[in-house]
């Protein structure tokens, strides 16, 4: 590889691959901060810059923007923007009166569909002024093609630990630009030494899924398979380029007494309430399908030698029952239980590295088609989904996060959503509460407080039931 040029994995460029001027791969996440206190002054746009710039030196991938390869022949690579500023990163923003939450919730709706510029390094941090008492809020825009969950919690992390410590550095130039040519040839390279190893990964590969193949053939819970198996919905319809956003908070005790009970896991316990409110939501609706709603989840992915970075994507993901035919909650806890115990199972034997190993070697010329064309057979044809909706479920360490006197108060984390899955909730457990936030097209769901509110009734019926 050239230097000062790192190529995207298979698994981040993706997110490039099925970005559209209607559909786009930026995750954006809130922080509430804690309100000034003894006459303290609120945080600054130059607070936020200084802080920023003190640990630009840990955070390599706020400096990279992207760099196409010739004719589509490699994933992009990542190259030190020459022109970087950071100016250019950090915006600030006044609520409109009353402010307050609903306001930040509208913001987020309105910046949640917005492009980043491909042209400059894929992140923002937006400084919110108008929340209640003084508050203040930062939001953290950035492309999925950058970072995962994991990696990106090690960035605010490293951003907002006030103990971390920055070694006094000179600034040094960003290295050369290479030319195309340059880019070309070391694309080529990299082709030739990986497809060298594609037999070994085929042999490896077809072991790996007819040992799948083979589990599935017993008596084991059913694991639903892309491609069908997910019934078609509203939330797989496409629906216009603007989101609908809502956010709210969960006891994590009470999760915990209902993960206590029934032996299940909290992350089944997350699926069940979430089940339970999509049940709810359609059945209203007068749609509740015949045949059980199938979850995307993602977790980690194949173990690695190598450190946790602040930037690219890790993770793997399974898909699982949500058993919304099932009208009692509890033994619909326990169907959702056996089938996600069952599709980790599944997802090890199949391997977290096959995915990704392929997507490593296959071009954008192949990929970025391919990966368009299976959104669009979908959204013309929602009985061909995947999966119905998205959840992800991360836990933040105990931080001791401070920016200019100012403590975390909360923390909501959101991903994208697709024509053909257009609806995302991720569940942040930060403190002693779960922060759950909802992304969608309004075709899918039209009012974020009709799966909110319900969010909370089913983990109540819960609750009631198992406790």
């Known amino acids: ?124 941090l937006v400084l ?28 605010l992390d490293l951003l907002l630990d006030p103990g971390v410590e920055v070694a006094d550095a000179e600034p040094r130039p960003a290295p050369p630009v290479p030319s195309r040519m340059a880019l070309a040839r070391a694309a080529l390279r990299d082709l030739r030494r990986q497809w060298s190893e594609v037999p070994t990964m085929v042999r490896t590969t077809r072991a790996r899924f007819a040992a799948v193949d083979e589990r599935r053939a017993r ?13 078609g919905t509203r939330l797989n ?110 997802l090890d034997l199949q391997g977290r590295d096959t995915l990704p190993a392929w997507l490593d070697r296959l071009p954008p010329a192949i990929a970025r088609p391919a990966s368009r064309w299976m959104i669009r057979r979908t959204a013309a044809d929602p009985t061909t989904a995947n999966f119905n909706v998205l959840v992800s479920n991360v836990r933040v360490p105990e931080p001791s996060w401070d920016l200019g006197g100012h403590g975390v108060e909360h923390l909501w984390m959101s991903g994208p959503i697709a024509d053909d899955a257009g609806l995302n909730i991720t569940v942040v457990g930060y403190g002693d509460q779960l922060h759950v936030s909802l992304v969608a097209s309004p075709v899918a769901v039209a009012d974020a407080s009709a799966i909110t509110d319900r969010l909370h009734a089913a983990l109540e019926e819960l609750v009631t039931c198992t406790v």
Not at 128 to 152: K, N, P, W
Not at 219 to 231: F, L, N, S, Y
């Open 1 to 124: 590889m050239l230097h000062g040029v790192q190529r995207l994995a298979g698994s981040d460029a993706g997110f490039l691959f099925i970005e559209t001027p209607e559909q786009t791969s930026v995750c954006v996440d809130v922080a509430i901060l804690t309100p000034p206190g003894d006459g303290a002054p609120p945080l600054t746009l130059d607070d936020l810059r200084r802080r920023v710039a003190e640990r630009l030196p840990l955070l390599p991938a706020w400096r990279w923007r992207l760099a196409e390869i010739p004719l589509g022949l490699h994933h992009p690579v990542w190259i030190e923007d020459p022109d970087f500023d950071l100016d250019y990163h950090l915006r600030q923003v006044m609520l409109p009166a009353p402010g307050g939450e609903p306001a930040l919730d509208e913001l987020l709706a309105d910046i949640e569909p917005q492009l980043l510029d491909l042209r400059h390094p894929l992140w923002q």
């Open 128 to 155: 919110v002024h108008g929340l209640e008492d003084g508050r203040q809020a930062i939001v953290f825009r950035f492309h999925h093609t950058i970072a995962d969950g994991a990696a990106l919690l090690l960035t």
């Open 219 to 231: 008596d084991v819970a059913e694991v639903p398979r892309a491609m069908g198996d997910a019934p």
């Open 237 to 346: 319809r496409p629906g216009p380029p603007v989101r609908t956003y809502g956010r709210t908070l969960l006891r994590t005790s009470d999760l915990q007494e209902v993960r206590r009970a029934t032996g299940a896991t909290l992350n089944d316990v997350v699926l069940g309430v979430v089940a339970g409110a999509l049940r709810s939501y359609l059945a209203e609706l007068g749609e509740l399908p015949d045949r059980p709603l199938v979850a995307n989840v993602p977790v980690a992915g194949a173990p690695s030698d190598e450190p946790q970075q602040t930037y690219g994507n890790r993770f793997s993901n399974f898909f699982t029952t949500l058993a919304t035919d099932v009208a009692d909650p509890v033994e619909r806890l326990a169907a959702i239980s056996a089938g996600t115990a069952e599709a980790k199972v599944q």
